[in-house]
């Protein structure tokens, strides 16, 4: 009985309700002077430097709480030891900071919107009481990033948190337009809050964020100590041939060194290393000193080929994370072109249904209409047979009833014809006996 009841009290969904997460978008703004500028790492640069922040909207309408937040991610400068380092930020937009929020579908779309969304987008556009939070990661104290691509989508991050007219524009198969206005008439009516979804102290895994300022952004080339070469130990030049002192024993034959005795193989390093190798004047010595210091056995190395070993390491450490960043950024550009296509395949798809459907509708309306015009016919045909069968049939019911008044009205012309003669001779016989009568008594007086 008490579960039945409590589940009575449970909160049922809202048909108007909205959860939607991860939904590709695209952030643009207009400036006082009427130009759009979009977010992107380099200002009306092509569709590759766009950002493609993934979107968040939630709203209950039973509790009249919303919120809305993208994410995007950068590259920053890696950490020792770190294959790569790779920052997120949120963009906060409360319901409390709306003014007004309108939803828009195709009208005069920019070009770059439509080779990325295709042409069939709903844009929603903001105008708000306070610009966007950008919110940045705790740490490190400064954000170095790694590359003008990253450098770029932090500027254009910090001029976002600027502004207070924003689109962003999403593909149309995200809501419907009836879940759409909805949210559009809640938001504009000022009477949303963002309830528990505006707590940024459960961003990244519980240690809470920090907006974005200018401040906490380093240049690229900066070094501030606290990525790579801070905790190295500082590079020693090698010494003199004078100060090594006596050479070591000569080497024995492959057949007698030990197997711990075998040289450390080395790395492979990319042409580009190969190349910045070769430029460096000090590379060759280092290395030919390090060549004469290795000695076969358990003989200590002198210390600066340890560090000069560690360099070397870390080198290679710095190669391969900047060969992941860049592979992780061609795949990222291709996941975008991939995305595209998949977007205007689905689009082609979808328009191509539609012109079939069309099609069928037409055809079957032709259809219908030519066994509409065939059916009018053959009923007009009938019509007229049955019009023609009931003149015969009533002409020769005319001519019968004419044929039958005409013997009946011929009886009674002769029925009426021998009653006035009978009369007649009734009438002349009469009169002849009066005019008899008459004569006689004239006779006698």
């Known amino acids: ?37 979009n977010l992107q790492a380099v200002q009306g640069g092509s569709s590759s430097t766009l950002c493609r922040p993934k979107l968040h909207i ?44 309108s939803a828009t579908s195709g009208e005069n779309l920019p070009e770059i919107v439509r080779n990325l969304l295709s042409g069939d987008t709903v844009c929603l ?27 770029g989508i932090l500027a254009s991050l910090q001029e976002l948190a600027r502004q207070t007219n924003i689109a962003i524009h999403l593909s149309h198969r995200t809501l419907d337009q009836f879940r759409l206005q909805a949210l ?42 606290v990525y790579d070469a801070a905790e190295l130990p500082a590079a020693e030049s090698p010494p003199s041939y004078n100060d090594l002192g006596p050479g070591p024993p000569p080497e024995p034959s492959p057949s007698e060194l030990p197997a711990a005795a075998e040289p450390r193989k080395r790395p492979r390093r990319s042409s580009s290393n190969d190349r910045s190798r070769s430029t460096s004047p000090s590379y060759g010595s280092e290395r030919k000193v390090l060549k004469q210091k290795r000695c076969p056995g358990n003989v200590e190395p002198l210390p600066h080929e340890d560090d000069l070993g ?17 592979l992780e950024l ?59 069968e009931v003149e015969s049939d ?33 009438l002349e016989e009469s009169i002849t006996a009066r005019f008899s009568s008459a004569r006689a008594y004239l006779e006698f007086d």
């Open 1 to 37: 009985m008490s579960s039945t009841a409590a589940s009575a009290t449970l909160p049922q969904p809202s048909n108007d309700d909205i959860d939607k997460s991860g939904v590709t978008s695209l952030v643009s703004w207009e400036l006082a002077n009427g130009t759009t500028e």
């Open 58 to 101: 939630r709203y209950e309408s039973a509790s009249r709480t919303a919120f809305f937040k993208f994410q995007l991610s950068i590259l920053l400068k890696p950490k020792r030891n770190k294959a790569k380092n790779t920052a997120q930020l949120f963009v906060l937009i409360p319901p409390e900071s709306i003014n007004t929020l």
């Open 125 to 151: 556009r903001f105008a708000l009481k306070t610009p966007p939070t950008v919110i940045c990661p705790p740490a490190p104290a400064r954000l170095v990033p790694k590359n003008e691509h990253s450098a």
């Open 184 to 225: 559009c008439t809640a938001a504009s009516s000022s009477a949303l809050t963002s309830g528990a979804f505006n707590n940024t102290a459960t961003l990244y895994g519980g240690q809470g964020g920090r907006p974005l300022d200018a401040s906490i952004i380093a240049d690229v080339g900066e070094d501030i100590g």
């Open 310 to 326: 560690n360099q070397v390491i870390q080198a290679g450490h710095l190669e391969k994370t900047e060969l992941a960043e860049l």
């Open 330 to 388: 061609q795949i990222e550009r291709m996941e975008q072109r991939l995305t595209t296509r998949l977007d205007c395949r689905l689009d082609r798809f979808e328009q191509l249904v539609t012109e079939q459907l069309q099609e069928h509708k037409r055809s079957v309306t032709e259809m219908v209409d030519e066994r509409m015009d065939h059916h009018e016919e053959q009923t007009q045909i009938v019509l007229d047979h049955l019009r023609r």
């Open 394 to 426: 009533v002409e020769e019911q005319l001519i019968t009833k004419k044929a039958e008044l005409d013997e009946q009205f011929k009886d009674e012309r002769e029925d009426i014809q021998a009653g006035l003669e009978e009369r007649f001779a009734d």
